[in-house]
């Protein structure tokens, strides 16, 4: 798993399988951000296989599944208010995690991310 650092309390990596939350949790993540879509792959685990993993760990998650080219201010917001409500680090995937970084990205030029 190849995790890329937006900042302390922000991270990025690409699709994460059920098994790989206990890894995230051992790295010292709080919060999972789902953003991709169920259904993109038949092989990806789903939301709710996800989120029932993270709870199981005590890990928070948040499901907000990025439709690629379809990204807006409304998600932007989403997830500043995710990392704002959160009690540590978040990291957030999707297919490559390039979707949630730009979303953090847009979240950050329209300040909605805490300090």
Not at 55 to 77: F, H, K, N, S
Not at 82 to 91: K, V
Request: charged content about 20%; some cysteine; hydrophobic content about 35%.
């Amino acid at each position: 798993m190849q995790i890329t650092t937006q900042s302390p309390s922000f991270s990025t990596t690409a699709q994460l399988q059920v098994a790989d939350l206990s890894k995230c949790a051992a790295r010292g993540f709080t919060v999972i951000v789902n953003n991709r879509p169920d259904g993109e792959e038949r092989v990806q685990p789903t939301s709710s296989q996800i989120a029932a993993e993270a709870e199981r760990l005590g890990l928070g998650y948040a499901y907000l599944p990025i439709v690629p080219g379809q990204m807006t201010d409304l998600d932007a917001r989403s997830l500043g208010d995710i990392l704002c409500a959160s009690n540590g680090p978040a990291l957030a995937f999707c297919r490559t995690g390039n979707r949630s970084e730009q979303l953090w990205h847009r979240a950050s030029e329209l300040g909605l991310l805490p300090d």
